[in-house]
């Protein structure tokens, strides 16, 4: 058994990985998850090294490379890099704004074995979307993306990231996949990381409309069987138990950033005293087995009361690390969106405050700013 693997009896191999190709990114999304602190194109991995990422990824028996960034066709090798991960035999997934992805580079995506793309919207009309995205001209640029992958038969999800200035458009977001001829539909409520967080008072919404989403979400359903798979990321912040964040920490899924560090989800940065290995020194099989980062917090040995004697354990694996270290200013806390978390009333309530004040003030996730900052 692996230091820290507590109740896991052998390590299983990671389902996916998702490689951060490049922070580069056109959008400006208040919600984005990045870290505040960007990484610049000349620490980025090469082409030879993201190869041979893809190559580890699938000896080690992984199933899935998502392809993300920031914006991951801001790459110049992307048609490449696809082909490998294909002719790896992973499943390749784009993870795009859609924008700059014109017919030729479509077709290279495409003739590469690209398998699905994800095409995130901010808003369900022209105005919404391109004042979230923080860019004129999004909205027409997504909808000619949706209609090449459709046209090529590549099977489509639409990523809505809800918050409070859009999320009256649930409805709408339903009826927008259903035109681009979407398979899935991601409603993901905000998850206050990096930008995210820096803007949580510009987003959060009120519990009322977040339920009222919730519901409609939920009677779009069954109606929509066969046509449509609608899934939902509920806000953690009004949650009664957390997210199993990660689908566990250092169970199912690898991070790679753009230069490189190894790590068990996005945001993993920000805890500080982790040691992450680099995919440039070391395989991904010794990284998944040995890395300290990775054994911090894996399995259930490392939890504290309440989670150490709780039914949900090997459930939701205590929630997240990084938004215990956020909100309870320590990584092995009981992620506090538990109910059982004795700060989980408290986080309702600045929710709840947040919201009710409804602060327009909006930090745009900025490329060149935070590399200067
Ligand atoms: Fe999950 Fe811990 Fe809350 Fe139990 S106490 S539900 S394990 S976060
Ligand atoms: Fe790091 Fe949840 S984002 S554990």
Redesign the pocket.
Known sequence: MKKGAGSMTALAPPIGVLVELTHRCPLGCPHCSNPLKLEPPAAELDTETWKRVFEEAAALGALHVHLSGGEPTARRDIVALTRHAAQCGLYTNLITSGIGVGERLWGGLVEAGLDHAQLSFQGADEGTNDRLGHYDGAWAKKRAFAAMVTTAGVPLTVNAVVSRPNLHQVSAFIDLALELGARRLEVAHT?Y?GWALANRAALMPALKETEEAIRLVEAARPKLAGRLVIDMVVPDYYARYPKP??GG?GRLAINVSPSGKAM?????E??PGLEFWNVRDRSLAEIWADSPAFNA?RGTDWMREPCRTCDRKEIDFG?????ALALAGDAAATDPACSKSPLHARIGRTAAAEAEAGSEAIRWRSYKAALEG
Do not use: E, K, L, M
């Not at 068990?264 to 993993?268: E, F, N």
């Not at 929630?319 to 938004?323: E, S």
């Open positions: 998850q990381y964040c990660a920490w068990p989800c996005h945001a993993a920000t805890i917090f929630g997240c690390r990084c938004q």
